[in-house]
């Protein structure tokens, strides 16, 4: 597997790009990822995270070309939004109204700001202590965020209930990429359509990307990238479904996969 032509390479970040261990990027990934570049390859990022907490990029943020952001439900590159879909406003108020009365944590994304309902210190638990997110503390109040349009609602449950409130939010989308939460999205706004959309927007051939993931949610571009990588640490389902599956994060995986690929040289 190789691509001689120029390729777009499409990363998601937590457990791909950064370290659930250290939080960081590791150096080998770095090294990669300046390597692709000076070769022409152009680097965007695919994560499920909204803009206000893609904070964990410095190391490489000068390299990067554009975001997929929300799971697809907000691309863009520079100052320019290459697409935007929100979710209709009654599936909204349904997660909304279903949080309440269950008394489960949800995280509201708007299209400026994010709201936290936080009935169980989920939120607290797995964003600030585990994955090191601390923007929550700004959070906006929902009833401000809910006159924005909402581009992604994370609701904390099991996924054994996640078709039976799916099944009253017609027009949406889940996508899991933990055991305790899901990102919900629009109906046509996934990670696999955000390559397309970036592809026609940036003049580029969608069968000339590579796609680098390691949850659920990472399916969809996996599957729509003309090479999709799942990390070692990917899910099991993910890893199956990919072409190739490298090492870990924590384990060179980005640069092990580019060598492999022969995007950049064995040293």
């Not at 410095?58 to 520079?78: F, K, Q, R, S």
């Not at 990429?177 to 899901?182: I, N, S, Y």
């Amino acid at each position: 597997m190789t691509m001689k032509n120029s390729f777009a390479l499409f990363f998601d970040i937590d457990g791909t790009l950064v370290s659930f261990r250290t939080h960081g990027i590791p150096e080998s990934t770095i090294r990669a990822l300046t390597l692709a570049k000076e070769k022409g390859a152009r680097v965007f990022i695919a994560t499920g995270r909204p803009p206000v907490i893609i904070t964990n990029l410095g190391a490489i943020e000068h390299l990067i070309d554009g975001y997929i952001t929300t799971n697809g439900a907000l691309c863009y590159v520079g100052d320019e939004i290459v697409c935007c879909q929100p979710i209709p406003k009654q599936d909204v108020m349904t997660c909304v109204e279903d949080a309440r009365e269950k008394g489960y944590s949800l995280i509201v994304v708007g299209r400026k700001d994010v709201a936290v309902m936080d009935a169980k210190g989920d939120v607290d638990r797995i964003f600030r202590q585990m994955l090191a997110v601390k923007e929550f503390d700004k959070a906006a109040p929902l009833d401000v965020v809910l006159q924005q349009d909402i581009l992604q609602l994370t609701p904390f449950f099991a996924q054994d209930y996640e078709p039976e409130l799916l099944a009253r939010m017609p027009h949406c989308v889940s996508g899991r990429w933990h055991p305790e939460f899901t990102d919900i999205t629009a109906n046509g706004a996934d990670k696999g359509k955000g390559i397309l959309a970036m592809a026609q927007h940036e003049g580029f051939d969608p069968s000339h990307t590579i796609a680098f993931g390691d949850g659920g949610n990472d399916t969809s571009m996996i599957l729509q990238a003309g090479i999709g990588v799942a990390m070692g640490n990917a899910i099991d389902e993910l890893k199956q479904q990919a072409d190739y599956v490298t090492t870990s994060v924590d384990d060179d995986g980005i640069l092990n996969a580019l060598k492999q690929l022969l995007l950049v040289k064995s040293s």
